[in-house]
């Protein structure tokens, strides 16, 4: 059975930082899209981060280039979403997906099961 579980997530100040985990079990051997979506009240899904498992190519939504950082170990099966100079407009539930590299990170296999972020002005 694949498991993703996030945690990290919590209230912080506007220009605060937070790092997400995500601890992925039951994948089998393979080359997967790890992702990062968020989803805020009242507006779409929105993915963020897309890791690869098999080299660790990264992918980040303009709205945080430069801002929050998509990483792994996969010697822990652990995803990570460093999130910097934090702003109102990231406050919403955070969620890790994994979908088969062919797939990209569209969101279309797996999810967790969110963690909020809180960001106060």
């Known amino acids: 059975e694949v498991q993703l579980v996030e945690s990290g997530g919590g209230l912080v100040q506007a220009g605060g930082s937070l790092r997400l985990s995500c601890a992925v079990s039951?994948?089998?051997?393979?080359?997967?899209?790890i992702g990062w979506y968020r989803q805020a009240p009242g507006k779409e899904r929105e993915v963020v981060a897309c890791?690869?498992?098999?080299?660790?190519?990264?992918w980040h939504a303009n709205s945080v280039k430069g801002r929050f950082t998509v990483s792994g170990d996969n010697a822990k099966n652990m995803v990570y979403l460093q999130m910097n100079s934090l702003t109102p407009e990231d406050t919403a539930v955070y969620y890790c997906?994994?979908?088969?590299?062919?797939?990209?990170?569209?969101?279309?296999?797996?999810w967790g099961q969110g963690t909020q972020v809180t960001v106060s002005s």
């Open positions: 890791l690869r498992t098999i080299d660790s190519s990264y």
């Open positions: 039951g994948l089998a051997d393979g080359d997967y899209g």
């Open positions: 997906t994994a979908d088969s590299w062919e797939n990209w990170c569209d969101g279309k296999d797996y």
